[in-house]
């Protein structure tokens, strides 16, 4: 997918088409453990993640043609549940495609919600190869989870109010799977306050974004493997690659078993029943912290969570460790 870079502008657009439709989340501060850092509470967004801001702005430019024959997408859960509540509200056809090792708390979500969901797919890679195919059969609208400009314009109204509600932030720290939540945070946040430093955090067993990075271009990981299953796309998007490259400061990894203690941190510090996925960034602000005397926002992204899993990741053991 191609198209211009997004803008400040654009996310300013976004965050008047999606105001009313979303939730403004909160903004939770530092606790006494990690005094220099607040939390964005994304996780307290409706379906449970960010992705909602995205697809509201997707759907919203959506014309009468378009509606008529619905919408698809590809996704391990948290787009599957935002893309079936925003096509429920708008009476709107849905189907996404996953693949067999996803979530089935998170598709059930999306099923309850009203979408089709299709799981014959081996691996993203497959789920995605099975999503064209489709859309070229039925002529559905494509509402991609992260490389498409008004997903990315959505996802970036999370950087407008933390820059509201933490006027003297200094580091953010975002989650980085396919990278339509970083690539909006950035261009809102620089857009405004060029001197914010972004820090983009990602699985050690998925970090396409580090090695693309590297590379100078988007790489394809012949391999993923992590608890976080929100960031375990095998490749960036074109568009997401470009931004992340001009406007984000640096991408660190995290170790599951980081992953695994900043959920139960964030469970007994801050009372958010946070999934993996939504505690990664809070992982890498843990693990690095930031410049000595700033102040630092992590966004907590989601917290779609198997309770069985979620117990075994709070309860003490190897796991947690």
Same mark, same amino acid.
């Given at each position: 997918?191609?198209?211009? /870079?997004?803008?400040?502008?654009?996310?300013?657009?976004?965050? =008047? $088409?999606?105001?009313?439709?979303?939730?403004?989340? /909160?903004?939770?501060?530092? $606790? *006494?453990?990690?005094?220099?850092?607040?939390?964005?509470?994304?996780?307290?967004?409706?379906?449970?993640?960010?992705?909602?801001?995205?697809?509201?702005?997707?759907?919203?430019?959506?014309?009468?043609? =378009?509606?008529?024959?619905?919408?698809?997408?590809?996704?391990?859960?948290?787009?599957?549940?935002?893309?079936?509540?925003?096509?429920?509200?708008?009476?709107?056809?849905?189907?996404?495609?996953?693949?067999?090792?996803?979530?089935?708390?998170?598709?059930?979500?999306?099923?309850?919600?009203?979408?089709?969901?299709?799981?014959? *797919?081996?691996?993203?890679?497959?789920?995605?190869?099975?999503?064209?195919?489709?859309?070229?059969?039925?002529?559905?609208?494509?509402?991609? /989870?992260?490389?498409?400009?008004?997903?990315?314009?959505?996802?970036?109204?999370?950087?407008?109010?933390?820059?509201?509600?933490?006027?003297?932030?200094?580091?953010?720290?975002?989650?980085?799977?396919?990278?339509?939540?970083?690539?909006?945070?950035? *261009?809102?946040?620089?857009?405004?306050?060029?001197?914010?430093?972004?820090?983009?955090? =990602?699985?050690?067993?998925?970090?396409?974004?580090?090695?693309?990075?590297?590379?100078?271009?988007?790489?394809?990981?012949?391999?993923?493997?992590?608890?976080?299953?929100?960031?375990?796309?095998?490749?960036? #998007?074109?568009?997401?690659?470009?931004?992340?490259?001009?406007?984000?400061?640096?991408?660190?990894?995290?170790?599951?078993?980081?992953?695994?203690?900043?959920?139960?941190?964030?469970?007994?510090?801050?009372?958010?029943?946070?999934?993996?996925?939504?505690?990664? *960034?809070?992982?890498?602000?843990?693990?690095?912290?930031?410049?000595?005397?700033?102040?630092?926002?992590?966004?907590?992204?989601?917290?779609?969570?198997?309770?069985?899993?979620?117990? #075994?990741?709070?309860?003490?053991?190897?796991?947690?460790?």
């Amino acid at each position: 997918m191609s198209g211009e /870079p997004v803008t400040r502008d654009d996310v300013l657009r976004a965050a =008047e $088409t999606i105001r009313g439709r979303v939730r403004r989340t /909160p903004l939770l501060e530092g $606790t *006494a453990l990690a005094p220099g850092l607040s939390l964005k509470a994304e996780l307290l967004q409706h379906t449970g993640s960010f992705k909602v801001r995205g697809v509201t702005n997707r759907l919203a430019a959506l014309g009468s043609e =378009e509606r008529r024959r619905g919408v698809a997408g590809a996704s391990a859960g948290n787009h599957a549940i935002a893309l079936a509540w925003g096509a429920a509200a708008e009476g709107l056809e849905c189907v996404v495609f996953s693949w067999s090792a996803a979530s089935r708390f998170k598709l059930d979500r999306a099923r309850a919600l009203g979408a089709h969901v299709d799981v014959d *797919a081996e691996d993203p890679s497959a789920a995605f190869i099975r999503l064209e195919e489709h859309l070229a059969e039925t002529g559905r609208v494509l509402v991609h /989870p992260f490389d498409d400009p008004l997903v990315m314009a959505g996802q970036g109204t999370v950087g407008l109010e933390i820059l509201e509600q933490c006027p003297n932030v200094t580091t953010v720290f975002v989650p980085a799977g396919g990278g339509g939540l970083i690539s909006g945070v950035s *261009a809102a946040i620089k857009g405004m306050r060029a001197g914010v430093r972004i820090v983009g955090v =990602e699985p050690e067993g998925a970090a396409k974004m580090s090695r693309s990075r590297e590379a100078g271009h988007p790489v394809t990981l012949d391999r993923i493997a992590s608890i976080a299953d929100g960031l375990l796309a095998v490749r960036p #998007g074109d568009l997401t690659f470009e931004h992340v490259q001009t406007l984000v400061d640096d991408v660190v990894t995290v170790s599951d078993e980081q992953i695994t203690a900043a959920v139960r941190w964030l469970f007994r510090e801050a009372s958010l029943v946070a999934e993996p996925s939504g505690a990664a *960034a809070v992982a890498g602000a843990l693990e690095g912290g930031s410049s000595a005397g700033g102040v630092s926002v992590a966004i907590v992204s989601g917290g779609n969570v198997d309770p069985a899993a979620y117990a #075994g990741y709070i309860s003490p053991g190897p796991r947690s460790k």
